[in-house]
T-cell receptor, first 114, second 111 residues
Framework: EPEVTQTPSHQVTQMGQEVILRCVPI?????FYWYRQILGQKVEFLVS????????KSEIFDDQFSVERPDGSNFTLKIRSTKLEDSAMYFC????????????FGDGTRLSIL | GEDVEQSLFLSVREGDSSVINCTYT??????LYWYKQEPGAGLQLLTY?????DMKQDQRLTVLLNKKDKHLSLRIADTQTGDSAIYFC???????????FGSGTRLSIRP
């Protein structure tokens, strides 16, 4: 069964450094998402992306965050200058040709900011 | 506002049925989901129900939706030790494609 893959599984970064989290969505999916889960808290929506532009973003997704689909397969989340509070599990998801179809999640990237 | 609520813990005896409950606030929801998260793993889509359905059954899983009360439940029949996980109720709203997650219910199985 096709799946969403994320790399790396764990990223350790110094505070203030830039980090790029990578995702390969399911190949025929058109909608892409990033969510995060701070340890012990709810999974929170960050951003949705369709047709090469952001569809919606949450208030968490400030100017330090950006997303890109650099080629036909990858979908990336960049955090420009990481803060301690960015430490979390980041999940990528994708869904088919309608935005309300089931979203399939990757296994996540654990981001640890030192 | 959009909110999804679940109880945090559930403990059942192996072989019994587990029922995990969820309530949500916004009635414009389209799809309602149950995701399973095992320790250290990602979010596995377990099952989902469209908002015009009352019930969906898939092997050991039964989803019940009461739109009037904005209540969703997941029943796992013959609960096994492999069912130990956190179960997230999640709702998609028609106004946006984002998912709003509950806080998750940790299911533990007693021998």
């Amino acid at each position: 069964e096709p799946e969403v893959t994320q790399t790396p599984s764990h990223q350790v970064t110094q505070m203030g450094q830039e980090v790029i989290l990578r995702c390969v969505p399911i190949s025929n999916h058109l909608y892409f998402y990033w969510y995060r889960q701070i340890l012990g808290q709810k999974v929170e929506f960050l951003v949705s992306f369709y047709n090469n532009e952001i569809s919606e973003k949450s208030e968490i997704f400030d100017d330090q965050f950006s997303v890109e689909r650099p080629d036909g397969s990858n979908f990336t989340l960049k955090i420009r200058s990481t803060k301690l509070e960015d430490s979390a599990m980041y999940f990528c998801a994708s869904s088919g040709d309608r935005g309300d179809q089931p979203q399939h999640f990757g296994d996540g990237t654990r981001l640890s900011i030192l | 506002g959009e909110d999804v609520e679940q109880s945090l813990f559930l403990s059942v005896r192996e072989g019994d049925s587990s029922v995990i409950n969820c309530t949500y606030t916004d009635s414009s929801s389209t799809y309602l989901y149950w995701y399973k998260q095992e320790p250290g793993a990602g979010l596995q889509l377990l099952t989902y129900i469209f908002s015009n359905m009352d019930m969906k059954q898939d092997q050991r899983l039964t989803v019940l939706l009461n739109k009037k009360d904005k209540h969703l439940s997941l029943r796992i029949a013959d609960t096994q030790t492999g069912d130990s996980a956190i179960y997230f109720c999640a709702v998609v709203y028609s106004s946006a494609s984002k998912i709003i997650f509950g806080s998750g219910t940790r299911l533990s199985i007693r021998p």
